[in-house]
């Protein structure tokens, strides 16, 4: 399996280079040190697995993420960062990102990690994995999706994406507090208690 490194800390890009390197299923194809020269190298490279961490220079791990997959669906992408709250790793995995492992985990996490993703399965670190798991419950009323109107559609797809009240006001043209309203009457319709479980039944019912 080929795999390609984006990321920015010499340090941790010398760590998984040593690692990745000692297996011998692996060969490491390049590395990339932000997000726009990660999708480059992939593009190039046409590797099976990337290893991307997310808080990079110039262009985030996420929307590298969103571009490779959208160029070359095969190629699995293991986020390999610090970040791990759960708006973050929702955003993460709804960019395509088939595992999420955490920084400072053992080699054999990111291994696992990776065997996963080959395999076509989606991993998440076991730090973070609980309280996911907890929003990934799908919600007793999620067929309520179809009662959205297109704004709260509209609404729903900017949360999916992270962008909180007042960005999404700026960007719909409305006051923050119609966007409130919005957000109440999602979770409402979706017999949800957060913004991070009705982006899982956003991604659940594909509609964003």
Do not use: F, W
């Not at 190039?44 to 070359?72: C, F, H, N, S, Y």
């Not at 088939?98 to 991993?123: F, H, M, P």
């Not at 704004?151 to 960005?167: A, I, Q, T, Y």
């Not at 957060?194 to 982006?199: E, G, I, L, M, S």
């Amino acid at each position: 399996m080929r795999i390609l490194i984006v990321e920015d800390d010499p340090m941790m890009q010398l760590g998984l280079e040593q690692s990745l390197s000692a297996q011998p299923q692996y060969t490491l194809v390049g590395q990339a040190e932000d997000g726009y020269l990660g999708v480059q190298a992939a593009l190039r490279l046409k590797p099976d697995v990337v290893v991307m961490d997310i808080g990079l220079p110039r262009q985030d791990g996420i929307a590298a993420t969103q571009e490779i997959k959208a160029a070359l669906p095969d190629v699995r992408v293991v986020m390999l960062t610090s970040h791990t709250a759960e708006t973050e790793i929702i955003a993460a995995l709804s960019s395509g990102a088939d595992a999420y492992c955490v920084k400072g985990a053992s080699i054999d996490r990111l291994l696992n990690a990776i065997s996963a993703a080959i395999e076509g399965a989606t991993y998440l670190d076991p730090q973070i994995a609980r309280r996911v798991i907890e929003h990934l419950k799908p919600p007793a009323a999620s067929d309520n999706i179809g009662q959205l109107s297109q704004r709260e559609l509209e609404v729903l797809k900017l949360m999916v994406e992270g962008k909180s009240n007042p960005e999404i006001a700026a960007e719909l043209y409305l006051s923050t507090n119609t966007v409130k309203t919005h957000v109440r009457g999602i979770m409402n319709k979706l017999s949800v208690d957060d913004r991070v479980q009705a982006a899982v039944v956003a991604l659940r019912k594909g509609i964003v």
